[in-house]
């Protein structure tokens, strides 16, 4: 029987590099298989908190990519209401009435509260500027915000970025910075919502239901009054010092007689916006299937 020839150098090298082919394709089928067992592993564990501020940067990338494109910007503003409302209401009514929205939606982030708005003139002092404790930012740095804010969420995934304003002073930033980068995005699958529904219900909507129910409009006010505290009080009741309620009407810088204001009212405009704005996002933001 002839010997078998020795194998050359050649021969050697291929079988040498075929070994460690399959060597490497082992460890990368065991590495990918760990890799996926682990993203179950945290899909399980992952907090359920709306908010962006409380996630990871990993647990809100593996949110973004399950399909929540959606994210609210609660916009709030730091200023006066009388001597019977804490300064931040609309920074923490807003943080409310936001989760409470996303909750809704069902499958939406929040973005952290932006509490620097416009709110009047320095020197001199204007609007709620007059007052001690209002914080004020000029207009154009606001629209700033706005608009680094939504490109920022643009560049994490979110395909529709929803402006939710607290305060009347800067409806018309939220519509322009909204219209200029929607037409910027026209040929992208992104869009920039002001959803004007949630001021309305907040102010037109709440007070005609509290008009139907027998309210003057001398209570109902356009700040601080009637609307304005039962609001606060069905969503940060600790914002509202009730031992002023009765000669609240009277303070400078309240338009309004909160006196009967009850959580319980404020519960049915809480309702009213919850419901008006869930809907007109989820209007906005539907897509017809391809």
Avoid: C
Avoid at 167 to 173: E, I, N, P, T, V
Avoid at 238 to 263: F, Q
């Amino acid at each position: 029987m002839p010997a078998t020839p020795p194998p050359n150098a050649r021969d050697e090298r291929v079988h040498r590099t075929a070994r460690t082919r399959r060597r490497a394709g082992t460890i990368g089928l065991r590495a990918a298989a760990l890799a996926f067992a682990w993203l179950a592993v945290f899909a399980e564990a992952a907090p359920a908190s709306p908010w962006l501020e409380e996630l990871t940067s990993v647990e809100l990338a593996q949110r973004v990519k399950a399909g929540a494109t959606t994210v609210l910007v609660p916009i709030g503003g730091t200023e006066q209401h009388g001597a019977h409302i804490a300064l931040g209401k609309h920074n923490a009514r807003v943080r409310v009435l936001a989760e409470r929205i996303a909750q809704r939606l069902g499958n939406a982030l929040i973005a952290p509260v932006v509490a620097y708005v416009p709110e009047g003139g320095i020197d001199p002092p204007t609007g709620h500027m007059r007052f001690p404790g209002t914080l004020t930012i000029p207009v154009p740095a606001f629209e700033q915000v706005l608009d680094a804010t939504a490109r920022s969420l643009r560049a994490q995934g979110f395909r529709d970025i929803v402006f939710l304003g607290d305060h009347g002073g800067y409806q018309d930033s939220e519509r322009a910075i909204a219209a200029r980068l929607n037409r910027e995005w026209r040929r992208a699958d992104v869009r920039v919502h002001p959803v004007p529904e949630y001021y309305r219900a907040a102010t037109d909507g709440f007070a005609a239901l509290l008009r139907s129910r027998g309210y003057t409009a001398a209570e109902i006010g356009v700040h601080g009054g009637l609307p304005d505290t039962a609001l606060t009080l069905a969503t940060v009741p600790g914002l509202v010092r009730t031992e002023r309620l009765a000669s609240a009407a009277a303070a400078p810088g309240v338009t309004g007689d909160p006196r009967r204001a009850t959580a319980e009212l404020g519960a049915e405009g809480v309702e009213l916006i919850v419901g008006a704005t869930a809907a007109a996002i989820q209007a906005g933001t539907h897509r017809a299937p391809p």
